[in-house]
C-alpha cells in the first residue's frame, strides 16, 4: 500500500515539474451559434522562455462520443499572453464524426443546440520543439471546457393548445416546425405523450413517467392518435412534446404543454316514479307530499283530443284539470313541439302535475280519473302528505 501511495505522489510531483506552460481561455460570444472553426476565438497564455512554431488540435464532443475534430495551421507562439480568432487561425484539418453535425452545420452555420465538451492541445511542429527540447509542451493532457449552444428556434406547439379541455378523445396533434433546421436532409421528429400523476408538473411528467404513446421517425408536423390504442380517459391530465432529430441527434426541442378531456355530461335521469293510472278503483294509494309534484303515465287511448282529469278529494272537493292549463305539464311526448298540448292517442305519454298550482288542495286521500276510449275510466288514488 506504501509503495502504491508513493509512486502516485511521484505521478502528482511530476506532472507538477512538466506542468503544460500553455494554458487555453476560450472566448464562445454567441450561446446561439457555434460553428467548428469557432474554437480558435479564444485567448492563450505560454509561459514558456522562447517563441515556438506549434499547431492545435481541438476535439469536441456531445454526449462522451466525438463530433468533430479540428487541426490548425503551424503559427508562431510568443511567450506572454495572445489573442486569436477563426481569421487568424488557419484550419488545416477538419474531420467530422458525425454526418448529421456536417450537414446541420452547412445549412444552418451552427451546431444544433445542446451541450458540447472542447478539448484542446497543443504540439511542435518540430520533433524537439525548435531545439528546446521535446518537453517544451508538456501535452499529455488536453484542456477541456463546456460549451452550450442554445436552441434559436424551438419548434412550436399548436394543436391542442396548452391547457385546451377536449372533447374528441383521439385528437390530432399539431405543430410548427423549426426553421430552419427543418429543411435538412433526414430531419425527423419524436413525439411522446404521458399521463400526469397529482401534484406533478408536466416537464417532471415527460422525464419520469413512462411514456403512453411514444413515437420516433415522423416525417410531417402533424400525428393523429394512433387508431389502435384505447381512448384517452377522462378526468385526466396528458402531457405532450416533440423533439427534432437529424439522425438520431436532437437538434430542436419544444416545450411541454398539457390537456385534458372534457368531463362526459352524465344524462340525468328521473330519480322519481311515474305513477300509472288503472281502470281499478281499489288499487294502493300513491304517498306524495304536498306543494311537489306529481309524475303519472297515461297508457292507451282516451276520450277526446285533450287530456281531462277529474280530481275528487274528501269533503266533497273536485276540481277539473286539463293538460293545457298550467297545472299539467307534459314532460315527454313523441310528438313535434306544435303538439305540445295533444293527446297522443298511442304509446306512453308521461306528464308531470304541480300539485302547489292546484287551488284549495289540502292533505288526504284523493282521486284522478280520466275517461279513456268508449268512456272507459282510469283511475290514480294518491295521498297527499305534509
Known sequence: MRKYLVSFILGLFFIAVNGNPL?????????????????WN???QFTGAAKLNIYMIAIVSAKGKPVCTIKSGAFQLVPGAQSYSATTVNT???????????????ITGSFPSGTYTVCYNAYCVTGDCDGQGSDALYNEYPECFELLVEPPTPILLAIPEDKAELEWKRPTFNWIPPMPIATVNGFNYRYILVERSKNQSCPDAVIRNRPMYYQIGIDQPTL???AEMNDLDTGKVYCWKVDGLVESVPVAQSEVWEFRLKPEEI?????????????????????????SVLYFVCTGSYNGEFLR??????????YLIENNQIGVEKVEIARPNEYTNVLQHFGINKYSMDLSKIPGLATGYFTLQVLGENHVPYFLKIQIVD
Open 23 to 39: 494554458t487555453f481561455h476560450p472566448r464562445y460570444v454567441n450561446s446561439y451559434q457555434f460553428s467548428a472553426t469557432d474554437v
Open 309 to 318: 282529469i277529474q280530481m275528487s278529494g274528501d269533503d266533497n272537493y273536485s
Open 267 to 291: 344524462e340525468k335521469k328521473d330519480t322519481f316514479k311515474f305513477a300509472k293510472f288503472t281502470t281499478r278503483l281499489d288499487a294502493g294509494n300513491i304517498q306524495v307530499r304536498s306543494n
Open 42 to 44: 479564444l485567448d492563450v
Open 224 to 226: 393523429p392518435y394512433p
Open 92 to 106: 488545416s484539418l477538419l474531420t467530422y464524426h458525425s454526418q448529421a453535425i456536417a450537414d446541420i452545420e452547412s
